[in-house]
Nanobody, 123 residues
Framework: QVQLVESGGGLVQAGGSLRLSCAAS????????MGWFRQAPGKEREFVAS????????KYADSVTGRFTISRDNAKNVAYLQMSSLRPEDTAVYYCATALSYQYTNRDHYRYWGQGTQVTVSS
């Protein structure tokens, strides 16, 4: 079992930045990839970014490429999502989750999930 807790969400103006954190506890000895997803009201949960266990490989949704950066610190059992140049369409609840491979973009491949953190971008 792995428990995930997201933090760092909030209200920000368009063009601003936020850094989300995902703290893992429990069976953190397993070498899992981490992913970030988001879900806006009335929409499906969508893939945002993922990172391999080593941190050497990453994957991004087209909508956030060049604006968001995923990273992780395995010594602290924390993953991050640095978000810059935020847009109103980035408004959503952001979730982190674990998977066997960073290449997965389908939520069905992610096993453990956090409760989410709200990000609201005002225009």
């Amino acid at each position: 079992q792995v428990q995930l807790v997201e933090s760092g969400g909030g209200l920000v103006q368009a063009g601003g930045s936020l850094r989300l954190s995902c703290a893992a506890s429990g069976r953190t000895d397993s070498k899992y990839a981490m992913g970030w997803f988001r879900q806006a009201p009335g929409k499906e949960r969508e893939f945002v970014a993922s990172i391999s266990w080593s941190g050497g490989s990453t994957k991004y949704a087209d909508s956030v490429t060049g604006r968001f950066t995923i990273s992780r610190d395995n010594a602290k059992n924390v993953a991050y999502l640095q978000m810059s140049s935020l847009r109103p369409e980035d408004t959503a609840v952001y979730y982190c989750a674990t998977a066997l491979s960073y290449q997965y973009t389908n939520r069905d491949h992610y096993r453990y999930w956090g409760q989410g953190t709200q990000v609201t971008v005002s225009s």
